[in-house]
């Protein structure tokens, strides 16, 4: 599992997928509840993928019969969701919605 760098825009999807971890999350629906752009959310979700902390699917639909796309719908997997709680304790408080309330300092980190 690789470890992607702990940036604001991923703690943010991180934040709205661990609001429901067992739940499914579409792009579009990660990225408005985020307040980030498809732009970059995407690349945000595929990093997660590669990296072994999400699983998705694309859904079975009739897109005449649903008047819309199918839609691709991303899951955490266990080892997503331990690391998930990691980069958002690194953060802090992180608020539903991807608002950040309070980051703690790291230095390390280079959080101040």
Same mark, same amino acid.
């Given at each position: 599992m690789g470890t992607p760098r702990a940036t604001l825009p991923l703690a943010k999807v991180l934040d709205v997928l661990m609001g429901a971890p067992s739940h499914r999350h579409y792009g579009l629906e990660i990225a408005r509840?985020?307040?980030? %752009? %498809? /732009?970059? #959310?995407y690349p945000i979700l595929a990093r997660l993928e590669r990296d072994g902390w999400? #699983? %998705?699917?694309?859904?079975? !639909?009739?897109?005449?019969?649903?008047g819309r796309r199918p839609r691709r719908y991303y899951r955490l997997t266990g080892q997503g969701e331990r690391a998930a709680r990691d980069v958002l304790e690194q953060f802090g408080e992180? /608020? $539903? =919605? /991807? =608002?950040? !309330? $309070? $980051? $703690?300092?790291?230095?390390?980190? /280079? !959080?101040?």
């Open positions: 509840e985020a307040g980030l %752009s %498809s /732009g970059t #959310t999400l #699983t %998705s699917a694309w859904e079975q !639909i009739d897109p005449v019969v649903e992180v /608020g $539903r =919605r /991807g =608002r950040v !309330i $309070r $980051r $703690r300092a790291d230095p390390e980190l /280079g !959080i101040t």
